[in-house]
């Protein structure tokens, strides 16, 4: 396998992952709107899971296995941009966590958090992606 196929496996993996990691929060701010037991919520809670299940955790996954394989063929583990991004991917990797957490508190219909908690939990996939993506095309140190 070429170094370009990896590469290109990696990307279509992390476009894979932040493609559920701005949803998902999307769809919880309409969870936490919807009435406990009405279609709506019922329908979200199918929405979510196989969002969480079938696309972002495969794609989470895969970023690392092809990143890892990157990195190491690469040699940027010695590199200091790769450090910080490492240290964003794994912050990302625990709001991952965080969004899958309350993907169990809705399932069990347990929720205590407001769809403005989950406007502003929305915001965090974005601006660790936007650093990471700078730090990946500039290298900066």
């Not at 996954?61 to 394989?69: H, N, V």
Request: charged share 15%.
């Amino acid at each position: 396998m070429t170094i370009q196929i990896i590469e290109a496996l990696h990307i279509i993996s992390v476009i894979s992952w932040m493609a559920g990691m701005l949803y998902l929060p999307r769809l919880y701010v309409y969870h936490a709107q919807a009435t406990v037991g009405s279609e709506l919520s019922e329908t979200l809670k199918i929405m979510e899971k196989k969002l969480l299940r079938y696309i972002m955790t495969p794609a989470m996954i895969a970023t690392f296995i092809f990143g890892f394989w990157l990195m190491m063929t690469l040699g940027a583990y010695q590199m200091g941009w790769m450090h910080a991004k490492l240290t964003l991917v794994l912050c990302m990797a625990g709001a991952h966590g965080m969004l899958a957490k309350y993907h169990k508190d809705f399932a069990r219909d347990a929720n205590q958090k407001s769809a403005k908690f989950f406007r502003i939990l929305n915001e965090v996939p974005t601006l660790l992606l936007i650093i990471i993506v700078f730090l990946v095309v500039l290298k900066p140190f």
